[in-house]
């Protein structure tokens, strides 16, 4: 069993920074692919970023390339996602998932994940 929190979120304005954070409960997160999801209002939950176990393997959504990278810390089972130049676009509920004992990276459906987080707030005002 994993459990994840989120913390980070909050309200800022155009071109400000946040920095997610996913703590990871249990042993299988160093064995584990993580990843961020986003949902907006009205809108499915859309894939944001991606990180393999070792973090050799990345991948970003396109809307987001260039402006958040994703890292992860095996030694504190935490996985971090630095937002830069942030924009009202921005604004959806962010989640943190994990894909136990995965070994490979790459993984941007919802369907890969195994177990999610609450989600945390990102609101970005114009």
């Known amino acids: 069993q994993v459990q994840l929190v989120e913390s980070g979120g909050g309200l800022v304005h155009t071109g400000d920074s946040l920095r997610l954070s996913c703590a990871a409960s249990?042993?299988?997160?160093?064995?584990?692919?993580m990843g961020w999801f986003r949902q907006a209002p009205g809108k499915e939950r859309e894939f944001v970023a991606t990180i393999s176990w070792s973090g050799d393997r990345i991948l970003y959504a396109d809307s987001v390339k260039g402006r958040f990278t994703i890292s992860r810390d095996n030694a504190k089972n935490t996985v971090y996602l630095q937002m830069n130049s942030l924009k009202p676009g921005d604004t959806a509920v962010y989640y943190c998932?994990?894909?136990?004992?995965?070994?490979?990276?790459?993984?941007?459906?919802?369907?890969?994940?195994?177990?999610w987080g609450q989600g945390t707030q990102v609101t970005v005002s114009s």
């Open positions: 998932a994990a894909k136990i004992t995965a070994y490979s990276g790459g993984y941007s459906y919802n369907n890969d994940y195994d177990y």
């Open positions: 249990g042993r299988t997160f160093g064995s584990s692919a």
